[in-house]
């Protein structure tokens, strides 16, 4: 059973544009919902992470977009670069973190010149 | 180097072998885990421990036995292994980096290739 799901599964975007990529949840218990970046042939990387008390968090480029009535959260990438082409997990857990991370199928991100 | 490394960083094998994955943390951190990285990416955690206690087990065939020797170490055995187990196998280890929040941060991974 999926529990998160993710999407789109691949992206393709210009330099200098917005890159958004989507996560939908269905355990309500889920409150830690972290983002990683992966590049091929290294292990995942956390990139930001928010909990369900606010509704977004931005740290430099990256901002993610928290609903929790509507269970959906999202990364935003604004000015994306071509050194961000890499592959984006959403994950969730319950506990703050403590237990166990719960991934999505992953979102490979390419930015063109 | 502060970091989560593992050990080999790659594994090519016969079916039917027995080998074993190393990894070691030195961030001081109290809990590691091991993911399995499927060939469409996905990843799945395997186990979890906790200051060498075992605290999350998924369902994973027994052919899969992890050990942790100490906090700072957690190494994967897999016995008779199968076309199936061909992955990418990730070491993790995590903090609490704020109130009430744990981060885990990855190693590098072990790609395996069972012949």
């Known amino acids: 059973q999926q529990q998160v799901k993710q999407s789109p599964q691949s992206l393709i975007v210009q330099k200098g544009g917005i890159s958004i990529i989507n996560c939908a949840y269905e355990n309500t218990a889920f409150d830690y919902f972290p983002w990683y970046q992966q590049f091929p042939g290294k292990g995942p990387a956390l990139l930001i992470a928010i909990r369900p008390d606010v509704s977004e968090k931005k740290e430099g480029r990256f901002t993610i977009s928290f609903n929790k009535s509507a269970k959906q959260f999202s990364l935003h990438i604004m000015d994306s670069q071509p050194g961000d082409s890499a592959t984006y997990f959403c994950?969730?857990?319950?506990?703050?973190?403590?237990?166990?991370?719960?991934f999505g199928t992953g979102t490979r991100l390419t930015i063109i010149p | 180097d502060t970091a989560v490394s593992q050990t080999p960083k790659y594994l090519v094998t016969q079916m039917g072998n027995d080998k074993s994955i190393k990894c070691e943390q030195n961030?001081?951190?109290?809990?590691m885990y091991w993911y399995k990285q499927d060939s469409k990416k996905f990843l799945k955690i395997m186990f979890s421990?906790?200051?060498?206690?075992?605290?999350i087990n998924e369902t994973v065939p027994n052919r899969f036995s992890p050990k942790s020797p100490d906090k700072a170490h957690l190494n994967l055995h897999i016995n008779s292994l199968e076309l199936g187990d061909s992955a990418v196998y990730f070491c993790?280890?995590?903090?609490?980096?704020?109130?009430?929040?744990?981060?885990?941060?990855f190693g590098p991974g072990t790609r395996l290739l069972v012949l």
């Open positions: 421990y906790n200051n060498k206690e075992l605290i």
């Open positions: 993790a280890s995590s903090r609490p980096t704020g109130p009430r929040v744990r981060t885990q941060y």
């Open positions: 961030l001081g951190h109290d809990t």
């Open positions: 994950a969730a857990s319950s506990n703050f973190g403590n237990e166990k991370l719960t």
